[in-house]
């Protein structure tokens, strides 16, 4: 059975940082790539960051280049996004994602993380 499970969001203040995870089970993790998305109620769920399976090319959104790091732990099975500076648009439910790195299929959704930054 395929898992991806997020944790870590929390309500942070303006400029505080934070670190979400994301456990992954019942797939070959090391042959996908890894992407966290996240939305706002009334949105379409936004690409945030990407990291290829081999953790080498890591690619952002221009909203948290600077800001924000994917990476991930392939022995571990996890993914993980390192938030700094964070701003109060960054408030959004965090979603981890997997593609298979060379088909594009099958994917896989989390459930999702409440980050809030607010002071």
């Known amino acids: 059975q395929v898992q991806l499970v997020e944790s870590g969001g929390d309500l942070v203040q303006p400029g505080g940082s934070l670190t979400l995870s994301c456990a992954a089970s019942g797939f070959t993790f090391g042959d996908y790539a890894m992407s966290w998305y996240r939305q706002t109620p009334g949105s379409d769920r936004e690409w945030v960051a990407s990291?290829?399976?081999?953790?080498?090319?890591?690619k952002y959104a221009d909203s948290v280049q600077g800001r924000f790091t994917i990476s991930r732990d392939n022995a571990a099975n996890s993914v993980y996004l390192q938030m700094n500076s964070l701003k109060p648009e960054d408030t959004a439910v965090y979603y981890c994602?997997?593609?298979?790195?060379?088909?594009?299929?099958?994917?896989?959704w989390g459930q999702g993380t409440q980050v809030t930054v607010s002071s």
């Open positions: 994602y997997a593609q298979d790195a060379v088909r594009g299929w099958p994917d896989y």
């Open positions: 990291i290829f399976n081999r953790g080498w090319i890591t």
